[in-house]
């Protein structure tokens, strides 16, 4: 297929104007201290070349060339769905390849119940409450886990991943003068947890490879108590460290967290005579349900309320300032008798970035998608799921560290023995919104698969080969790549596995890995060239193990030089030897490849020709 013409399209010129309609999402982030609002998708890109003296051509610049986007239009969120090149000529119709066509992973709600095996959950009693049970990614893996209190110890639940833990371990004795009121912070931004306490005395016990460390004080801090109800956590200047934020009557006043060195001076944000020019809402006040989240998918937390038939929330603008009250449309419509703010969870369900409402019924549950902060989707429903009481709790949390939340059901009761923890992978581990396929209209396309990081991390760690770098996140990377070229005829799988990857705390980037495995396959020839770029074992570690390269040739191409024999399923042995580069740099480890079932020839052949099949695929 070739470029076809399109006669009917209109030709744009230099001085046509138009009417450019507004997207059916439109956004704002606050992360620059003030309102940044999109409200237009770019639709069209044109190019002019302008031919100043030429004769015949005119003054007026010429359009040689435009560029079609077409999206799939969403109030939740749009994409991109093709890209159309089209070239322009005076003397002949406009001439325009096949569009460029995108897909993307879908966001399907899947409302399995499923059971973590009893194995699993045992030495856990009274369930996962979130008071003496709870969900913790204590080690800053990507994953949580499940920590127990029990008297003056802790204990611990590794996850091994797909909803399964490890047997509980004790965490060793809590510091001494631990109180319950102290609470896991993360005081560095690498996902570490300490433990942290601001009375009678300030500081924190830093969580370490051996236990827990002594006790550090802090230079300074307010004189206020974590379980104040008054009192929430919340990274206010983006630097990844949650501060302190209090609610007075009057005012707003806020401690930055300067990490291990305590918080600094406070900082007074004065509330406004009306709530429509600023939050003037007081955390324990009681009356209302007030909630930390990100609406807008910016990426800060924002100050929300919520009533029955009323959501609103003040967006974050940094430094304890908040912008005006949005009023959400579409908003839950609970009847008064039925409201419970205990029964609200606040939770990302499509993976869109911004925070959704669900609400909690006795057998069911209700859910409203937010439409990029602006308005709520119609209300959706899950039944059949297990009983809502006071004896049960419900948490949301990332079971399964796939980057995606879950509703995990648990319960101490006699008759629920047999699955005590049961939950919903909300996106049946599939991260919605994320590029699936790419097709060029010209017989060649792409399918991308994904998975996330701490898929790698746990199997590097059961393997008895642990990162010796972490991340306190999910990261969605390409796990395999399947491209096809249908008038060739061929099919090319190239299959990733990444190790040690790297979250730089102190610059707030993700630093990608260490090491990335790749395997490719074409058709017919599986596993043709594996190829593994970066250290295995970072500088420092006990071991480096870094580059090695498969035979360059493809599976095709020794296959046809060896007319007497197709290329057989066929077996690969290692050889490795030490490199002679500089110290510091990768040493090489080669994977000899050769056809099963042929003995490897003394020396490497010159040529391959049916009289020596053995050499062939050498």
């Given at each position: 297929?070739?470029?076809?013409?399109?006669?009917?399209?209109?030709?744009?010129?230099?001085?046509?104007?138009?009417?450019?309609?507004?997207?059916?999402?439109?956004?704002?982030?606050?992360?620059?201290?003030?309102?940044?609002?999109?409200?237009?998708?770019?639709?069209?890109?044109?190019?002019?070349?302008?031919?100043?003296?030429?004769?015949?051509?005119?003054?007026?610049?010429?359009?040689?060339?435009?560029?079609?986007?077409?999206?799939?239009?969403?109030?939740?969120?749009?994409?991109?769905?093709?890209?159309?090149?089209?070239?322009?000529?005076?003397?002949?119709?406009?001439?325009?390849?096949?569009?460029?066509?995108?897909?993307?992973?879908?966001?399907?709600?899947?409302?399995?119940?499923?059971?973590?095996?009893?194995?699993?959950?045992?030495?856990?009693?009274?369930?996962?409450?979130?008071?003496?049970?709870?969900?913790?990614?204590?080690?800053?893996?990507?994953?949580?886990?499940?920590?127990?209190?029990?008297?003056?110890?802790?204990?611990?639940?590794?996850?091994?991943?797909?909803?399964?833990?490890?047997?509980?371990?004790?965490?060793?004795?809590?510091?001494?003068?631990?109180?319950?009121?102290?609470?896991?912070?993360?005081?560095?931004?690498?996902?570490?947890?300490?433990?942290?306490?601001?009375?009678?005395?300030?500081?924190?016990?830093?969580?370490?490879?051996?236990?827990?460390?002594?006790?550090?004080?802090?230079?300074?801090?307010?004189?206020?108590?974590?379980?104040?109800?008054?009192?929430?956590?919340?990274?206010?200047?983006?630097?990844?460290?949650?501060?302190?934020?209090?609610?007075?009557?009057?005012?707003?006043?806020?401690?930055?967290?300067?990490?291990?060195?305590?918080?600094?001076?406070?900082?007074?944000?004065?509330?406004?005579?009306?709530?429509?020019?600023?939050?003037?809402?007081?955390?324990?006040?009681?009356?209302?349900?007030?909630?930390?989240?990100?609406?807008?998918?910016?990426?800060?937390?924002?100050?929300?309320?919520?009533?029955?038939?009323?959501?609103?929330?003040?967006?974050?603008?940094?430094?304890?300032?908040?912008?005006?009250?949005?009023?959400?449309?579409?908003?839950?419509?609970?009847?008064?008798?039925?409201?419970?703010?205990?029964?609200?969870?606040?939770?990302?369900?499509?993976?869109?970035g911004t925070t959704d409402v669900l609400y909690l019924g006795e057998r069911d549950i209700r859910f409203?998608?937010?439409?990029?902060?602006?308005?709520?989707?119609?209300?959706?429903?899950?039944?059949?799921?297990?009983?809502?009481?006071?004896?049960?709790?419900?948490?949301?949390?990332?079971?399964?560290?796939?980057?995606?939340?879950?509703?995990?059901?648990?319960?101490?009761?006699?008759?629920?023995?047999?699955?005590?923890?049961?939950?919903?992978?909300?996106?049946?581990?599939?991260?919605?919104?994320?590029?699936?396929?790419?097709?060029?209209?010209?017989?060649?396309?792409?399918?991308?698969?994904?998975?996330?990081?701490?898929?790698?991390?746990?199997?590097?760690?059961?393997?008895?080969?642990?990162?010796?770098?972490?991340?306190?996140?999910?990261v969605q990377v390409v796990e395999q790549v399947e491209t096809r070229d249908d008038y060739a005829g061929?099919?090319?799988?190239?299959?990733?596995?990444?190790?040690?990857?790297?979250?730089?705390?102190?610059?707030?980037?993700?630093?990608?890995?260490?090491?990335?495995?790749?395997?490719?396959?074409?058709?017919?020839?599986?596993?043709?060239?594996?190829?593994?770029?970066?250290?295995?074992?970072?500088?420092?570690?006990?071991?480096?193990?870094?580059?090695?390269?498969?035979?360059?040739?493809?599976?095709?191409?020794?296959?046809?030089?060896?007319?007497?024999?197709?290329?057989?399923?066929?077996?690969?042995?290692?050889?490795?030897?030490?490199?002679?580069?500089?110290?510091g740099r990768t040493t090489s480890r080669t994977a000899t490849t050769r056809c099963a079932g042929w003995?490897?020839?003394?020396?490497?052949?010159?040529?391959?020709?049916?009289?020596?099949?053995?050499?062939?695929?050498?």
């Open positions: 297929m070739g470029a076809g013409p399109r006669s009917r399209q209109r030709r744009p010129s230099w001085t046509e104007t138009g009417a450019w309609r507004t997207r059916p999402d439109p956004f704002s982030i606050c992360k620059p201290g003030f309102e940044v609002r999109t409200y237009r998708l770019c639709r069209r890109v044109l190019m002019f070349h302008e031919f100043t003296g030429t004769p015949g051509l005119g003054a007026e610049p010429v359009l040689v060339r435009s560029t079609e986007l077409d999206y799939v239009e969403d109030p939740v969120a749009s994409f991109l769905r093709s890209v159309t090149q089209t070239g322009w000529s005076d003397d002949a119709p406009p001439l325009s390849y096949p569009p460029l066509a995108l897909e993307y992973t879908a966001a399907a709600l899947d409302p399995t119940v499923r059971v973590v095996d009893p194995v699993s959950a045992a030495n856990l009693p009274a369930g996962v409450d979130g008071a003496g049970y709870r969900f913790v990614d204590l080690d800053g893996e990507g994953v949580p886990g499940v920590l127990a209190q029990a008297g003056a110890g802790w204990f611990y639940k590794r996850s091994l991943g797909g909803g399964r833990f490890a047997p509980i371990e004790a965490l060793g004795e809590l510091p001494a003068g631990a109180r319950d009121t102290d609470r896991l912070v993360d005081l560095s931004g690498d996902g570490g947890k300490a433990l942290v306490r601001l009375e009678p005395t300030s500081g924190f016990h830093r969580r370490g490879e051996r236990g827990w460390e002594p006790f550090r004080a802090f230079a300074d801090a307010p004189a206020v108590g974590l379980d104040d109800p008054a009192v929430r956590l919340i990274d206010l200047d983006g630097d990844g460290i949650p501060d302190l934020l209090l609610t007075e009557h009057e005012a707003l006043r806020w401690y930055p967290s300067e990490g291990e060195r305590g918080y600094g001076p406070s900082a007074r944000v004065a509330k406004p005579a009306d709530e429509a020019d600023g939050p003037a809402v007081v955390f324990d006040d009681g009356s209302d349900a007030i909630y930390l989240a990100d609406m807008t998918g910016d990426g800060l937390s924002d100050i929300v309320r919520i009533r029955s038939g009323e959501v609103c929330y003040w967006p974050n603008r940094g430094y304890g300032r908040f912008g005006r009250r949005i009023e959400m449309g579409g908003a839950p419509d609970l009847r008064l008798a039925e409201f419970d703010p205990k029964r609200v969870r606040l939770i990302d369900i499509d993976g869109s409203w998608i937010n439409q990029a902060g602006n308005r709520f989707a119609a209300p959706q429903a899950i039944t059949g799921l297990p009983v809502v009481d006071t004896q049960r709790s419900v948490e949301v949390t990332d079971l399964l560290g796939s980057g995606t939340a879950c509703l995990v059901w648990s319960s101490p009761l006699p008759g629920d023995a047999a699955a005590p923890l049961r939950y919903i992978d909300l996106m049946g581990g599939t991260k919605p919104h994320l590029l699936a396929r790419v097709r060029n209209g010209l017989g060649w396309s792409a399918e991308v698969h994904y998975a996330p990081s701490t898929k790698f991390y746990l199997a590097d760690r059961a393997a008895g080969a642990p990162w010796v770098t972490r991340l306190p996140f999910p061929s099919r090319l799988t190239t299959i990733y596995r990444y190790h040690h990857g790297f979250w730089d705390a102190a610059e707030r980037e993700f630093r990608g890995f260490g090491a990335v495995d790749q395997e490719d396959s074409q058709l017919g020839c599986p596993a043709s060239t594996r190829t593994s770029t970066g250290r295995r074992r970072p500088p420092g570690s006990a071991t480096a193990r870094s580059i090695r390269r498969g035979p360059r040739r493809s599976c095709a191409r020794r296959r046809a030089r060896c007319a007497a024999r197709p290329c057989a399923p066929r077996s690969t042995r290692s050889t490795s030897r030490r490199s002679r580069r500089p110290r003995p490897r020839p003394a020396r490497a052949a010159t040529a391959c020709s049916t009289a020596t099949p053995a050499r062939c695929c050498a």
